[in-house]
């Protein structure tokens, strides 16, 4: 029975095979035949198709966070509504979902690095900073929706489930009851962000004791411990972990969610100063020298894990977990791995309060074929080129499972307009590629070809409305970005011009960006020198991309992101 | 701070027209030795050329400890006495005439008998008074500040990475081509951010709601300035990241500014930094070689598109361009770890001997460079466009510092070396280009820089080597004939080292809060503490029972050098040593650097010593009376207050002393000023008169010197420091201190006594080593038991019977 999806064509996106399926979703690996690179692809399950409310919310919902940047979180290119389906393209992540991760960990009777501990629970604390100071609470924060990329990245997705509190509350719950939050287990509505932080609190307990707080055959029952019971002592369970590692545990389980730790960083600093006590002496690496080639920016482990598949490699010695760590620790599973949820209305009746439902089933990888992607061997570190410069762009490569794109592939033409990102005026079609992104506070320029052209070619202004202000029109000449070091934006670098002087910036750190940010312009926010022109004044909608003086591509400026091309 | 002004102009104009009296009586011939024609000539040259002086500042500079010139210790005590109880009127005019008139008039009749010209002083120093003297007396190898760094391999081994050697060298070269290509950046940010703190503060100082934080604004920077990138640096490079950082932090400081006040603010800083940050960044940089003449040291500069990066591996040097050809890009990553695996596989050629070359007195190289073989010295060309050496050689990480640098360093015309000890890298300075502060701050800079590559370069495949060798190596043998004219030379004074890190720093933190809770005015810095104990160290130095067996068995061999040795003690203990301090200048405007404090710890005129051991005498009788303990506790009482009192005077005079120091007034500036406006052949002339003259010889040079650069950032991974000397033969000792992240204090000790060059000489290298370690440990043990004493003394107070636990507790401590 063939999936009727696959082979088919959603705007530049190409359906390749399933990925995998969640409660209410498909998600497919595909390829953007424009930007020839791969994407994921989440399409709103059959059932959700007729609940015009639900369908366009899942859409609306993609579309702004398409606008979001931030290094753990997937970025989402494009979302709509179309041909009966409703969809959105996003970053497509190779590696594996943390639940795979800490499966591995347990069949082989150990617990994860502290390291890596650490990192996991950080990149998904600074990601859910990042969405609640926009307003939005995740409410499905669970191991099965944070992936660790094969180069170390961790990223956070599915914000699909997260309901903008302003748009007040559908009422329903879509959570999962290993990982929900007491208040969303009464009352989907009742979320608050600390409830994702709460659900981070489960994780970080079966991170560091192999096994969930409340675990029962009976989903309702799970939740109603969640409600009422107190979580066993993590020390109970893992007789390693200090009282301290525990107290912030406990802490982050608390029932009221004013007793929790406020913020992901609040709740990772604890835990990082409870796990390295003596941290005061052990100082962290600085980061990576700026610009250089990035070959791979993860802690080894990570990767190990993260590439680890199929065949178990054994450990050659080099990455063994941190001293002092327990080796092994016996653990109970989890949960019967083919176990059904099965969901229903007892427990609504039991704490007497109506409009919610389980919509969940399990599907489980162990009876899904195995990711092809996932089959590949893991990188040995001898297949790197020997000149990382020469390093093909992880977002242009293609996997060579799949079949190479013919280039009879459907022209521009046919692809419906899109309705997130402006259609750039592609003056030069042929040409190289480019990227812009931008927010309040940042504008990037990333180069997504592998051509040297010069920075000062390139110029910006913006387009305004108000012709009274055309002699002061605000206008950035690329050349500013040029440094001893560079005059032109190398293949996969960013360029960037970051305001400076807001008091509360979420600046842009734009994933596409990891290669390395060339220059960075900074214009303040009280006298820009009229550099800033990607921000809507005077009623302006546009700003030009000019390149050597002439017109090369218009931008909207409400998108926050604009590709275009130079010769 | 305010309300002193007053009553110091008031002292300061007092003085003066007390020396106006007092000079008159004062000859001018006995002032100087110098012949009559000889003085006129000096005379009227000088007043061509040489500014006024300040001459209250020289006054007020300590001018009072000059040999020979001193009031009469009792008199010096009333004052000190009247100046402590006098709470309020820290500075009486009446002791000021006591304790500054009369060497002052010494002063002041010369610089009346020059007929200062009345120019602007500063006129002839576009790089400050320091610049111009490190060039003129900080030149020779002595010179050289050196500290040490273990984070590189301390992180390296908290995150499991492990680097081969290639990769090892590669990130240090990384890290020194980053540091040339950013240095006029880290300039900038050296710059700026005193510049716009000073001048923030001075902004905020007029805004009478201002006050309480004004003060601490560097300090609050201080505190919070990065040595490193953190996470958050990741598309930053450190200079950008650390001006983000600053802009954030003055931003802070800015909200609660009114508009005027930042307005006029800024234009300031705007105009300083038009006129200043060039020249700054000029006279600071590194891109530049020293050209070394009779007098001093020109600085060479060069492009950054010349510079190299030399490697010193198996002793023999090599070249690594810093940059890509005919550019000014830094050599990429890649370039460089395959010319560094060739060259490390590179059959070794013979190895060079410059560290013999390094040793000679720099006023004879240019002579020497007509004689020596041309090779040699094309050569030694090349190696001038090195700014930084690397040894990829490891060097025992037990020596001490002063010793580890003994090896292939180059021959000084650069300014830095670095050098691996397989567990830390020390980073050895050259004083021209660094203050002691601004060195240990790059070498901190520099290692998380090389941690950054590190960590990048252990991510890559194993290297291949070069194809095509963009390095050269250099051909730097002696030839026979090249080894005699060197050993001819003139050679700098040999030096033997010693460190120690027993200095219980915790004990001498609590005694300064012990003291301030007891009086505001016992205001005693750790450094007053560790300058007053070394005064009190030399007069009070007996050698160790091991030391004197192995000099009473050296006498069996060599009596006279035995009896030099016996000689030496006694003579150190008669000497109450000038100790130069240097203050930082740069706070206000950078390119001061440093301004030199001279001081001579007023032991005798005070009488320390015996009021120390009577009051502890006192004590004693005290707890151990078992009577009428009133009787005895008015004796102690008395003692113990005389005692405190002198050394609040003793704490006063330094904090005033730095004061002045800081505003560019000392007396040493003073005769800085003096040399610096002379012509050549009248340096020459002026350069004779310390050895005749004493006083100007004080006043400029000093003893000993005696640089303690502080307690390092939390984060920091510093260990070690020692300091550099100057030219001036008659400086003997150089004491560095420097207190590490772990709250360590190391104090380091280098030692030009004569008496090394002996010991050397009939190869007892060992007992020199041990003659300078028992006169730190004895120092060091010193101060700890000094402190305690001083404990003891300013805790006890009026109580007719001790409670046993009191008792008890300070016998304990004994
Ligand atoms: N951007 C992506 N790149 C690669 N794989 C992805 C991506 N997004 C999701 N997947 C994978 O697709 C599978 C299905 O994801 P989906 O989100 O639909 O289910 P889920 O996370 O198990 O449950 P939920 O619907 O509650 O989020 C997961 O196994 C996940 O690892
Ligand atoms: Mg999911």
């Keep these: 029975m063939k999936d009727p999806l696959i082979g088919q064509q959603f705007s530049n996106y190409r359906i390749e095979r399933l990925l995998g399926q969640g409660g209410m979703a498909m998600v497919y690996y595909g390829h953007d035949i424009k930007l020839n690179r791969p994407v994921a692809i989440k399409f709103i399950d059959r059932r959700y198709k007729n609940n015009p409310v639900y369908a366009s919310r899942f859409v609306n919902e993609a579309r702004m966070m398409g606008k979001w940047r931030h290094e753990n979180i997937i970025q989402i290119y494009y979302a709509d509504d179309t041909q009966g389906h409703s969809y959105y393209a996003m970053e497509y992540v190779d590696g594996q979902d943390l639940s795979k991760v800490m499966e591995l960990y347990l069949e082989e009777g150990e617990l994860m690095p502290i390291d890596d501990v650490l990192r996991i629970g950080k990149a998904t604390a600074s990601a859910l900073d990042y969405a609640h100071l926009q307003g939005i609470i995740h409410r499905d924060i669970k191991p099965s929706n944070v992936l660790i990329a094969k180069d170390g990245r961790v990223l956070l997705g599915d914000f699909g489930m997260a309901l903008d509190v302003r748009d007040g509350s559908m009422g329903n719950i879509f959570g999962t009851p290993h990982y929900i939050s007491p208040e969303q287990a009464r009352r989907s509505a009742d979320a608050v962000p600390q409830s994702d932080l709460y659900s981070m609190g489960v994780i970080l307990f079966e991170i560091l004791t192999g096994t969930v707080p409340f675990n029962d055959p009976s989903p309702a029952s799970i939740a109603l411990q969640h409600i009422s019971e107190p979580p066993p002592s993590p020390r109970s369970i893992n007789p390693e972990l200090t009282p301290e590692v525990e107290n912030v545990i406990l802490k982050a389980l608390e029932k009221d969610p004013q007793n929790r730790y406020q913020t992901g960083a609040k709740l990772m600093a604890a835990l990082e100063s409870a796990l390295k006590p003596n941290n005061a002496a052990r100082i962290s690496l600085p ?55 099965i969901y229903g209305l007892l427990l609504l009746l039991l704490i007497g309060i109506g409009g919610w439902y389980f919509t969940k089933g399990r599907s489980q990888p162990s009876s899904a074929p195995p990711a092809p992607t996932f089959a590949s061997p893991p990188l040995p570190s001898t297949d790197l080129p020997a000149l990382p410069t020469e390093t093909v762009s992880p977002l242009l490569a293609t996997p060579t499972t799949l079949p190479l794109l013919s280039s009879a592939t459907p022209a521009l033409e046919s692809s419906p307009t899109p309705t997130v990102f402006v259609t750039p005026t592609v003056k030069y079609p042929d040409g190289n590629l480019y990227s812009l992104f931008w927010n309040d506070t940042s504008f990037y320029m990333l180069n997504r070809s592998d051509a040297k052209r010069s920075l000062s070619a390139f110029a910006f202004e913006r387009i305004d409305i108000d012709t009274l202000s055309q002699e002061k029109r605000d206008r950035f000449e690329g050349y500013q970005w040029e440094s001893q070091r560079f005059t032109h934006l190398p293949d996969s670098f960013c360029t960037s011009i970051t305001i400076y002087g807001d008091q509360t910036p979420p600046y842009m750190n734009p994933v596409d960006c990891s290669f390395g940010i060339i220059s960075v312009i900074q214009p303040r926010f009280d006298d820009d020198g009229g550099l800033v022109f990607w921000r809507p004044e005077s009623g302006a909608t546009h700003f030009r991309v000019l390149w050597l003086g002439e017109e090369a591509a218009r931008c909207e400026l409400a998108a926050g992101f604009c590709d275009f091309f130079v010769p | 701070m305010e309300n002193k002004k007053p009553s110091y102009e008031k002292a300061s104009q007092l003085t003066a027209s007390d020396l106006l009296t007092a000079a008159k009586t004062i000859s001018v011939q ?208 450190y200079p950008a990241y650390r001006r983000l950082k600053l802009e954030r932090f003055l931003l802070d400081v800015l909200k609660s500014t009114p508009t005027p006040v930042r307005e006029a603010w800024e234009s300031k800083l705007k105009a300083t930094s038009q006129q200043e940050l060039g020249d700054y960044q000029r006279q600071m940089s590194i891109l530049a070689y020293l050209e070394p003449g009779p007098y001093g040291e020109t600085r060479v500069p060069f492009k950054l598109s010349d510079a190299q990066i030399g490697i010193i591996y198996h002793d023999s040097y090599y070249l690594l361009p810093a940059c890509e050809q005919g550019s000014n890009k830094p050599l990429d990553v890649i370039s460089a770890r395959a010319q560094i695996t060739a060259l490390l596989a590179s059959p070794f050629s013979s190895p060079s001997q410059l560290s013999s070359l390094a040793r000679v007195k720099r006023a004879s190289l240019p002579g020497l460079r007509t004689k020596l073989n041309p090779m040699l010295v094309n050569d030694i060309d090349n190696l001038r466009f090195a700014p930084i050496l ?133 205001k005693l810095t750790i450094n007053d503490l560790l300058v007053l104990y070394r005064a009190i160290h030399a007069a009070t130095y007996k050698p160790s029972a091991k030391l004197l067996a192995e000099i009473n068995k050296l006498s069996e061999t060599k009596p006279e050098v035995a009896a030099s040795l016996h000689q030496l003690v006694e003579e150190g203990s008669r000497t109450n040593p000038s100790i130069l301090i240097p203050v930082d200048a740069s706070l206000k405007v950078p390119r001061e650097r440093i301004y030199p404090l001279n001081v001579e710890v007023p032991l005798m005129e005070l009488n320390l010593l015996s009021l120390h051991s009577q009051t502890m005498r006192m004590l004693d009788a005290y707890e151990d009376a078992t009577q009428d303990k009133t009787v005895v506790y008015a004796g102690f009482d008395q003692y113990q207050r005389l005692y405190l009192a002198s050394l609040a005077g003793f704490g006063t005079y330094l904090s005033r002393a730095k004061e002045i120091a800081t505003l560019g007034q000392s007396a040493s500036v003073g005769a800085i000023k003096l040399l610096a406006h002379l012509p050549l052949p009248l340096q020459k002339l002026l350069d004779k008169i310390p050895e005749k003259f004493d006083l100007l010889n004080n006043l400029l040079k000093g003893r000993e010197v005696f640089s303690n650069v502080g307690a390092v950032a939390p984060n920091s991974t510093l260990t070690r420091f020692i300091t550099a000397k100057d030219d001036n033969t008659q400086k003997q000792l150089a004491w560095g201190v420097m207190t590490d992240a772990k709250n360590i204090m190391r104090i380091t000790l280098r030692d030009f006594r004569p008496h090394v060059a002996t010991l050397l000489s009939i190869g007892r290298k060992d007992l020199a080593s041990l003659i300078t370690q028992d006169y730190l440990d004895a120092y060091a043990e010193g101060l700890n038991s000094f402190i305690r004493d001083l404990s003891r003394i300013s805790a006890a107070n009026r109580q007719t019977i001790p409670t046993s636990k009191t008792r008890k507790l300070s016998r304990i401590k004994k």
Aim: proline share 6%; glycine share 6%.
């Design chain 1, 287 to 341: 980061p990576l020298p700026v610009g250089v080639p990035t070959v791979r920016r993860s802690n080894l482990s990570i990767q190990q894990i993260a590439n680890r598949e199929a065949p178990k490699q054994k450990d050659n010695g080099e990455q063994s977990p941190i001293a002092g760590w327990p080796a092994t620790v016996k653990v109970s599973s989890r949960f019967g791995k083919t176990n059904k949820w």
């Design chain 2, 390 to 522: 690397i040894s990829a050689d490891q060097h025992s990480r037990s020596l001490p510092l002063s010793e580890l640098r003994q090896t292939e360093r180059g021959i000084g015309s650069h300014a830095l070396t670095i050098f691996d000890t397989g567990d830390s890298f020390v980073f050895d300075q050259s004083h021209i280009f660094f203050d002691g502060a601004w060195g240990t701050a790059l070498s901190e800079i520099m290692t998380n820089e090389a941690l950054s590559w590190a960590r990048y370069l252990s991510l890559l495949p194993s290297p291949t080597p070069a194809g095509t060798r963009i390095y050269t190596s250099l051909t730097l043998q002696l030839q026979p004939a090249d080894i005699d004219l060197v050993q001819q030379a003139p050679h700098i004074p040999s030096e033997s080292g010693a460190e120690s890190d027993r200095v219980d720093i915790k004990a001498c933190l609590a005694l300064r809060k012990q003291f301030k809770q007891r009086n505001d005015l016992l």
């Design chain 2, 30 to 237: 006995q002032l100087s030795r110098l012949s009559l024609p000889e003085v006129e000539a000096v005379v009227e040259l000088i007043s061509k050329v040489v500014p006024a002086g300040n001459v209250p500042g020289m006054i007020l500079s300590g001018l009072s400890r000059l040999p020979g010139r001193r009031i009469p210790a009792q008199k010096m005590q009333q004052d000190v006495n009247a100046l402590f109880s006098g709470v309020e009127q820290i500075l009486d005019q009446a002791v000021y005439g006591a304790f500054f008139a009369g060497p002052a008039a010494i002063i002041w009749g010369y610089q009346n008998l020059l007929k200062l010209a009345g120019k602007d002083p500063d006129s002839a120093f576009p790089e400050g008074a320091w610049q111009f003297y490190a060039g003129y007396a900080l030149r020779e190898d002595t010179a050289r500040h050196t500290n040490e760094t273990h984070g590189f391999d301390t992180l390296l081994r908290q995150n499991n990475i492990q680097l081969n050697s290639v990769d090892r060298l590669t990130a240090w070269f990384m890290a020194a081509a980053t540091c040339l290509h950013q240095y006029h950046a880290l300039l900038e940010n050296e710059w700026q951010e005193r510049v716009s703190i000073a001048l923030l503060e001075e902004a905020l100082r007029s805004d009478p709601g201002q006050t309480q934080r004004t003060r601490r604004l560097y300090r609050e920077w201080e505190l919070m300035r990065p040595y490193r990138r953190e996470e958050d640096a990741a598309n930053y490079d």
